[in-house]
């Protein structure tokens, strides 16, 4: 079973928690800070060519835009939660908390894995309140506390490749420009004077995605958005370029885990 907890007074947070599920993955990213545990069962995370297992009682935090995928064993379930952050709010608070403490006030720029009880502890504190019927001003008193404690951001850290690639960030632009109806890998590759092998390379070096995985893995990100704004399936799957409302729901459901419908209800 999988939850979902969303507010639109804070609109900068988003959590979840699945029990017993037996979802896979695929490589995926986010617009935001995510942070998970593991409940039950164990799981395999990779991301960048590493690959850690997760046991019970693990924390990960993974920044913005980091492409990664986490999944149980074969055939076995788990139980994890995940919390899904804004990073400009997470920043603003972590310049708050370092006025307070000698900790850096900059958002940390790579995953972070903690196998300690008191990171998991604390989350777990947390996302029980934001599932609770509390106050909204408790919630967001407790996000702030927890990301101040920044428990989340201690353990094996994960050094991250960051792009830095001019002709990427055009070939990007190009695409998102063009989300209904992106252009042909050749004639991507033709109007930004490159070859279909020197883009996927690009792609591949950059990101860990190939050009068409990485604009399904935008178009799931901005499907988030829409359906939490109550957008009908088939009009969002005309509109993100899809062939189809099932094409649609196949590639949501393969990167979140649950169908837009069920996304969208909760």
């Known amino acids: 079973m999988t939850q979902f907890w969303r507010d639109p007074t804070l609109p900068f947070v988003e959590s979840r928690r699945a029990t017993d599920s037996r ?12 942070i998970g545990v593991v409940d039950r069962g164990q799981s395999q995370f990779q991301c960048q060519r590493r690959r850690e297992w997760l046991t019970p009682g693990c924390l990960v935090s993974v920044p913005a835009g980091v492409v990664h995928d986490c999944n ?23 310049d ?27 989350f777990c504190r947390l996302n029980a309140l934001l599932f609770s019927s509390a106050p909204r001003a408790d919630k967001e008193a407790g996000l702030i506390e927890f990301l101040g404690s920044r428990l989340w951001c201690h353990g094996d850290a994960m050094a991250v490749h960051w792009p830095n690639s001019s002709n990427l960030d055009d070939l990007q632009r190009h695409l998102l420009e063009c989300l209904e109806r ?11 004077g490159l070859s279909r092998y020197q883009v996927i390379r690009l792609f591949r070096r950059e990101t860990g995605l190939t050009p068409h995985a990485w ?52």
Do not use: N
């Not at 149980?72 to 608070?93: C, F, G, R, T």
């Open 72 to 94: 149980p064993l074969p055939d076995q379930p788990w139980s994890y939660q995940m919390l899904y952050l804004e990073p400009a709010w997470v920043s603003e608070v972590l």
């Open 182 to 192: 992106p252009p042909s890998l050749e004639v991507l590759a033709r109007d930004h």
């Open 215 to 266: 604009l399904l893995d935008r178009r799931i990100q901005q499907a988030r958005r829409r359906l939490c704004q109550g957008v009908e399936l088939a009009e969002l799957a005309q509109e993100l370029g899809f062939a189809d409302q099932g094409h649609f729901q196949r590639a949501f459901k393969a990167r979140v885990a649950a169908t837009p419908g069920r996304y969208r209800s909760t």
């Open 23 to 34: 979802a896979c993955y695929r490589p995926h990213s986010h617009p935001t800070l995510s």
């Open 96 to 122: 708050e908390a370092s006025a307070e403490t000698d900790a850096a006030p900059t958002l940390p720029s790579t995953v972070f894995i903690a196998r300690d009880v008191a990171p998991y502890q604390a």
